[in-house]
């Protein structure tokens, strides 16, 4: 049985981004990055091991991120993926306050595009939008 929980440790976390060839960074880093996020969703399989997570990073303001949708491979196609963005939406719907607007923003894993768009995301870019922009900062 599939369970979906609010928790995942940091090690849980940096395994899922191996496991989907996604880069690695710091323990302390992934700490921040789950304690942080306004919401994390972890899957769990029977066994209690992590096969799927997404953050919602959101600070109560008119935009918001859709991050790290990630399934272990060995799960995917199976509509957890599905599940977890439609989480994501329907807590941002819960929490808005009356009259506000939010724009949810992602970054799409390269041919993920499609996925996206059964939700209603729209692919820049287009003709309201310039081509979303991202950069790596490191020391």
Known sequence: MIRYVDFITPEEYMELR???GW???????ARNCVENAYMVICVR??????IGVVRLLWDGGYVAFLSDV?????????????????????RIKDDIKPGYKVKLNLNSAK????FYE????????????????DQWLTL
């Open 118 to 133: 059964k939700f209603g995301f729209k692919i820049r870019p287009n003709e309201d939008a310039g081509a979303g922009m």
């Open 18 to 20: 191996r496991k989907v």
């Open 45 to 50: 399989n029977d066994a209690d091991k992590a």
């Open 23 to 29: 880069m690695e960074f710091p323990l302390e880093e």
């Open 70 to 90: 990630i399934v272990d491979p060995n799960y995917q196609g199976q509509g957890i993926g599905r599940a977890l963005v439609e989480a994501v939406i329907k």
């Open 111 to 114: 041919g993920k595009e499609s």
